[in-house]
């Protein structure tokens, strides 16, 4: 381990700034700082670690990867000192194994907690990034790493009035420290993915008086069967737990788990069936990962959405309720496919009912409730947006990053992001995006593709500092051909026939383009190591801007935004 002076080639405060204590920045930070030796500082907008285990805390959250393979890998302690004591654990657990992570590796005393990163700027003079925060600070530092999450900027539809309704309420995503007292309440949910099919059957258990889920897009989900994990199991996953990891990261999905087949297109519905059914009793992502062409066969496809389907009307007393819960405008896992605890049973209970607003839209908010475009008027003392995420690129967008030549990411990325393996940006120089936008990240068990990107970018950094190559950055080239791989592959599968927010649908404005990418953690980690071991083709690698500059194509304007961005310069001149 090396001493922590700066090493980096420039006079900035720091050889790194990261910014986000969650999977990501943690391990960002211990990589950097512990094994390279580099000065760093986290920056966390949050009072503590956790990422996405610090914000939502509604009632219901735990992870629905498992637990044992929901974790980091990279080091054997924690892996050994730390124990699940669920197959799915709680938000709590979780966020203490964050903690635990944090304390273990003594990471704490390099964050500035409760801190928002407000813009990013490339300054080319001095060839460092300055990072300002929301208390008037400004970091440089030479190197700038976004570990902001995928699904970290909640989103709330701009309803009608509903400034003016006067009850109380919350996001999934933002959810209170303080307990919420739920007491004799009529409670509205609005959404039904994965966070709605999770708090749903909590809040109906709650002492409520009634709840009224509002959906919108029903959803395939398929039983978790969580269960406590005892000594026994956690020995047996320790004994294994090496190759279980390995088989993890070599798989496409990030999951240890076997497919049963490569197709069902030539099985009847009751091979089907056979198939299907010990994974639907066991619960969990082996469901998801029975069939290899589910993703990309519409005949698959439809024969596992088929046996969903019939799965929730046998799960539902009411048939018109039941008819409402089933999805049949589009395949299964074509919106990220949640796990469920009692979900569809919560709508046998009495107090519990559904609006399907594609047939009854929300009219607007009242200062007591919701209209409905039938006229009802529905009274509630409590709402909850179940609503989701400006996902994947909503986070960056806002911390106003601006790279060379004044071009900022939100005029860079105006038609949907551009990356090159959705690593980095052209035009944004030493800037690394953990799991940015065109990498696996969201299609697969998290902590896989996050260790990944880490361990890459802190390759990539040691290589550039021990080789005295002060700038990095992709090709205008490498990247038109990493988006336009990206389309392709994702053209190819069933994910594109659906809205939802793999395709940036769900936030009204965002240009419509499939985000992650589609190819596979194990293709992807093959590609981006090969990348390395050739020398970072398709980067720019540099000794100074200007020669960054000249030896990088220009980033790459269409016409209209250079137009724009010339008449701005003008303006400002006048
Ligand atoms: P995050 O955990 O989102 O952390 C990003 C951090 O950046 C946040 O703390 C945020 O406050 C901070 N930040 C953002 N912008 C700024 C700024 N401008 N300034 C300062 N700080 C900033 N994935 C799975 O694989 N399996 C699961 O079971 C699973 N369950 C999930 C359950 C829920 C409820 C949700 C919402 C997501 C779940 N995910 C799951 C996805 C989950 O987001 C990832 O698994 C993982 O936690 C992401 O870690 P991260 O560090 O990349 O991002
Ligand atoms: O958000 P979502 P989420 N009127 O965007 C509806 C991870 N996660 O927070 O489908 C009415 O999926 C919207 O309807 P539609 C996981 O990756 C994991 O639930 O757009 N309804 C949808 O039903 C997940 O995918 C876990 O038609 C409106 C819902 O709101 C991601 O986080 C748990 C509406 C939003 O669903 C996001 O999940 C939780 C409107 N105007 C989250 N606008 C685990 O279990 C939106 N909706 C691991």
């Given at each position: 381990?090396?001493?922590?002076?700066?090493?980096?080639?420039?006079?900035?405060?720091?050889?790194?700034?990261?910014?986000?204590?969650?999977?990501?920045?943690?391990?960002?930070?211990?990589?950097?700082?512990?094994?390279?030796?580099?000065?760093?500082?986290?920056?966390?907008?949050?009072?503590?670690?956790?990422?996405?285990?610090?914000?939502?805390?509604?009632?219901?959250?735990?992870?629905?990867?498992?637990?044992?393979?929901?974790?980091?890998?990279?080091?054997?302690?924690?892996?050994?000192?730390?124990?699940?004591?669920?197959?799915?654990?709680?938000?709590?657990?979780?966020?203490?194994?964050?903690?635990?992570?944090?304390?273990?590796?003594?990471?704490?005393?390099?964050?500035?907690?409760?801190?928002?990163?407000?813009?990013?700027?490339?300054?080319?003079?001095?060839?460092?990034?300055?990072?300002?925060?929301?208390?008037?600070?400004?970091?440089?530092?030479?190197?700038?790493?976004?570990?902001?999450?995928?699904?970290?900027?909640?989103y709330v539809p701009d309803f009608e009035n509903r400034d003016a309704y006067q009850g109380e309420t919350y996001h999934t995503?933002?959810?209170?420290?303080?307990?919420v007292?739920f007491?004799d309440k009529r409670v509205a949910v609005i959404g039904t993915g994965?966070s709605g099919?999770?708090t749903i059957?909590?809040v109906a258990?709650?002492?409520i008086e009634h709840l009224t889920v509002f959906q919108r897009t029903?959803?395939?989900?398929?039983?978790?069967?969580?269960?406590?994990?005892?000594?026994?199991?956690?020995?047996?996953?320790?004994?294994?737990?090496?190759?279980?990891?390995?088989?993890?990261?070599?798989?496409?999905?990030?999951?240890?788990?076997?497919?049963?087949?490569?197709?069902?297109?030539?099985?009847?519905?009751?091979?089907?069936?056979?198939?299907?059914?010990?994974?639907?009793?066991?619960?969990?992502?082996?469901?998801?990962?029975?069939?290899?062409?589910?993703?990309?066969?519409?005949?698959?496809?439809?024969?596992?959405?088929?046996?969903?389907?019939?799965?929730?009307?046998?799960?539902?007393?009411?048939?018109?309720t039941?008819?409402k819960?089933?999805?049949?405008?589009?395949?299964?896992?074509?919106?990220?496919?949640?796990?469920?605890?009692?979900?569809?049973?919560?709508f046998?209970?009495?107090n519990v009912s559904l609006v399907d607003v594609t047939e009854t839209p929300v009219d607007r908010f009242t200062t007591g409730g919701i209209r409905t475009e039938d006229g009802e008027d529905r009274e509630f003392d409590m709402v909850i947006f179940a609503t989701g995420?400006?996902?994947?690129?909503?986070?960056?967008?806002?911390?106003?990053?601006?790279?060379?030549?004044?071009?900022?990411?939100?005029?860079?990325?105006?038609?949907?992001?551009?990356?090159?393996?959705?690593?980095?940006?052209?035009?944004?120089?030493?800037?690394?995006?953990?799991?940015?936008?065109?990498?696996?990240?969201?299609?697969?068990?998290?902590?896989?593709?996050?260790?990944?990107?880490?361990?890459?970018?802190?390759?990539?950094?040691?290589?550039?500092?021990?080789?005295?190559?002060?700038?990095?950055?992709?090709?205008?080239?490498?990247?038109?051909?990493?988006?336009?791989?990206?389309?392709?592959?994702?053209?190819?599968?069933?994910?594109?026939?659906?809205?939802?927010?793999?395709?940036?649908?769900?936030?009204?404005?965002?240009?419509?383009?499939?985000?992650?990418?589609?190819?596979?953690?194990?293709?992807?980690?093959?590609?981006?190591?090969?990348?390395?071991?050739?020398?970072?083709?398709?980067?720019?690698?540099?000794?100074?801007?200007?020669?960054?500059?000249?030896?990088?194509?220009?980033?790459?304007?269409?016409?209209?935004?250079?137009?724009?961005?010339?008449?701005?310069?003008?303006?400002?001149?006048?």
């Amino acid at each position: 381990m090396r001493e922590n002076d700066r090493h980096t080639a420039t006079d900035a405060d720091y050889d790194a700034v990261v910014v986000g204590a969650g999977f990501s920045g943690l391990y960002q930070l211990h990589r950097l700082r512990d094994e390279l030796g580099l000065s760093v500082k986290l920056v966390e907008k949050a009072n503590d670690v956790g990422g996405t285990w610090y914000w939502n805390r509604y009632p219901g959250a735990r992870c629905d990867s498992e637990s044992h393979i929901y974790c980091y890998s990279f080091n054997d302690e924690i892996m050994e000192e730390w124990q699940w004591s669920e197959r799915y654990p709680r938000q709590p657990e979780v966020l203490e194994y964050l903690r635990f992570v944090a304390d273990h590796l003594d990471l704490r005393k390099d964050i500035e907690f409760g801190t928002e990163v407000t813009s990013a700027t490339f300054e080319e003079d001095t060839g460092t990034w300055q990072v300002e925060t929301d208390d008037g600070e400004t970091l440089s530092s030479q190197f700038f790493v976004t570990a902001v999450g995928c699904l970290s900027t909640p989103y709330v539809p701009d309803f009608e009035n509903r400034d003016a309704y006067q009850g109380e309420t919350y996001h999934t995503g933002k959810w209170p420290h303080d307990p919420v007292d739920f007491e004799d309440k009529r409670v509205a949910v609005i959404g039904t993915g994965a966070s709605g099919i999770q708090t749903i059957p909590e809040v109906a258990r709650a002492d409520i008086e009634h709840l009224t889920v509002f959906q919108r897009t029903p959803n395939y989900a398929v039983p978790a069967r969580n269960r406590s994990l005892d000594d026994e199991d956690w020995e047996e996953i320790q004994r294994n737990y090496e190759e279980i990891m390995a088989e993890a990261h070599d798989d496409g999905s990030g999951l240890p788990f076997d497919t049963a087949r490569e197709t069902a297109a030539d099985l009847t519905m009751a091979d089907i069936e056979a198939v299907l059914e010990p994974r639907w009793e066991e619960g969990g992502w082996r469901f998801l990962v029975a069939f290899e062409d589910l993703l990309v066969n519409p005949e698959t496809n439809e024969k596992v959405s088929q046996y969903l389907r019939e799965k929730i009307r046998g799960a539902v007393d009411d048939p018109e309720t039941a008819e409402k819960l089933v999805p049949t405008d589009h395949y299964y896992a074509t919106k990220r496919p949640p796990l469920h605890t009692d979900y569809y049973d919560t709508f046998n209970r009495d107090n519990v009912s559904l609006v399907d607003v594609t047939e009854t839209p929300v009219d607007r908010f009242t200062t007591g409730g919701i209209r409905t475009e039938d006229g009802e008027d529905r009274e509630f003392d409590m709402v909850i947006f179940a609503t989701g995420f400006d996902a994947m690129t909503g986070t960056l967008l806002r911390m106003d990053i601006e790279g060379r030549n004044g071009l900022t990411l939100e005029e860079r990325w105006a038609d949907g992001p551009k990356t090159y393996l959705g690593l980095g940006v052209q035009g944004f120089p030493n800037m690394f995006t953990v799991t940015g936008p065109q990498s696996p990240s969201v299609l697969s068990n998290m902590p896989v593709p996050i260790e990944n990107h880490v361990e890459w970018i802190s390759e990539t950094i040691g290589d550039l500092v021990e080789g005295g190559t002060p700038y990095i950055e992709p090709t205008g080239v490498a990247e038109e051909d990493w988006t336009e791989h990206n389309m392709d592959l994702a053209q190819e599968t069933l994910y594109t026939t659906v809205d939802s927010w793999y395709m940036n649908e769900n936030i009204p404005g965002k240009p419509t383009v499939f985000v992650p990418y589609p190819g596979g953690v194990d293709i992807y980690q093959d590609t981006i190591r090969e990348v390395r071991e050739k020398g970072y083709e398709g980067f720019t690698l540099a000794d100074s801007v200007d020669d960054l500059g000249r030896r990088g194509e220009s980033p790459q304007l269409g016409v209209f935004e250079a137009m724009e961005l010339l008449h701005a310069d003008l303006m400002e001149m006048a």
